[in-house]
């Protein structure tokens, strides 16, 4: 985070806490690509643990761990059935497609980020048809990024999941923020997971962890998503020192989570009193708030550089929809004056 700026542009600008230094300092090495640092170990273990998989592997991103997931689920000319709001097809370069060969078939995604099983039934149906290429995995994004961190109903992701199954093809989710929608529905991440066959999780969000994300699943998917991992540069030797970090994450950071969620929460409802600008509450379920900028005489740039010149950063999500991100370091009175800041733009 900028420390000059009330920096709300991304919950990825977090910046390690005292016991994350602490423990990267402490950490015990070995090589990671010989399975021998003890930290990197005890991490994947732990993460596996929390979402009630077999196994886990560190990746160095949450577009790795998505792209390692993709490769191991799906072979090349397969499908990669997906929303057309998701990060996995918006922010990852197309991976999947540039390197793995598949293709992305997106499915339109509602207010709150799951796609419709109508849909997605008829898009996993196997079919002789030599004209069509093959389904090779379902994904999910919970919470959703671009829907303003809502979150998934475990009834949906359970009905998603039955759907994915009864076609034969594995459900991925992109949790990358699995334990803000945990906190947000009040369970354990693994009451989520257990709806899912495979997940990506980020330890780099809102959990405050400077690099790292986890892919868990059942053992021998892990033993590809690792062979993926290694094939596209990710393969870290004294890995330890960011796996300490992320024991910290999972194990000191997740209770917090609530913190942003609320002050999300004072952000939206700050923000919707201000004429020219429109907030959807029934989406500020997280840690992200999500608006659009309505004020016609308003470019959001320039409403962007008059809140940087009044010391606050938000980022846009194309056009008109603007997006503030709450966390680790982000205070109520912090929150206060960025409402503020943006009832003098918006004016
Ligand atoms: C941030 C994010 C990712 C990717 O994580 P990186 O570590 O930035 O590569 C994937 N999915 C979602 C929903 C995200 O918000």
Same mark, same amino acid.
Request: proline share 2%.
């Given at each position: 985070m900028r420390p000059e700026f009330i920096d709300l542009r991304s919950d990825t %600008?977090?910046?390690p806490s005292p016991a994350m230094r602490e423990a990267?300092? #402490? /950490?015990? =090495?070995g090589d990671d690509v010989y399975g021998e640092d003890p930290t990197v170990n005890r991490l994947e273990a732990l993460a596996a643990e929390l979402v009630g998989k077999e196994a886990a592997v560190l990746v160095v991103s949450g577009t790795m761990g998505n792209l390692a997931s993709l490769l191991a689920h799906g072979q090349r000319g397969q499908r990669v059935v997906c929303g057309d709001e998701c990060h996995i097809y918006h922010y990852e370069a197309g991976g999947a497609s540039a390197l793995g060969g598949m293709i992305y078939h997106t499915l339109p995604t509602d207010a709150y980020g799951a796609l419709p099983l109508d849909l997605v039934r008829e898009a996993l149906a196997a079919s002789d048809d030599p004209h069509r290429a093959p389904a090779g995995v379902l994904c999910l994004e919970n919470t959703h990024n $671009?829907? @303003? @961190?809502?979150?998934?109903?475990?009834?949906y992701l359970e009905a998603a999941h039955a759907t994915a199954t009864a076609a034969g093809i594995a459900l991925h989710l992109d949790g990358a923020r699995i334990f803000n929608a945990a906190v947000a529905l009040g369970v354990e991440a693994r009451a989520i997971t257990r709806h899912v066959d495979t997940v990506q999780l980020c330890l780099s969000k809102g959990l405050a962890a400077p690099v790292g994300s986890l892919?868990? @699943?059942p053992r021998a998917f892990v033993e590809r998503a690792r062979r993926a991992?290694?094939?596209?540069g990710g393969g870290m030797r004294q890995a330890g020192v960011i796996a300490a970090a992320g024991i910290v994450a999972l194990t000191e950071m997740v209770g917090r989570l609530a913190e942003d969620h609320a002050n999300a929460r004072l952000l939206a409802e700050g923000l919707a009193h201000i004429p020219g600008l429109q907030v959807d509450l029934g989406r500020a379920q997280t840690?992200?708030? $999500?608006?659009?900028?309505v004020a016609e005489h308003l470019a959001p740039a320039d409403f962007l550089a008059g809140l #940087? /010149? #009044?010391? %606050? =950063?938000?980022g846009g999500l194309g056009g008109r929809t603007l997006r503030a %991100?709450?966390?680790?370091?982000?205070? /109520?009175?912090? %929150? /206060? #004056?960025a409402v503020v800041a943006a009832r003098e733009a918006a004016a």
């Open positions: %600008v977090t910046l990267i300092a #402490r /950490a015990e =090495l $671009r829907r @303003g @961190g809502t979150v998934l109903p475990l009834a892919v868990a @699943g991992r290694k094939l596209l840690n992200i708030v $999500r608006f659009e900028l #940087r /010149a #009044r010391g %606050v =950063l938000i %991100v709450t966390h680790y370091g982000i205070s /109520a009175g912090d %929150v /206060a #004056r």
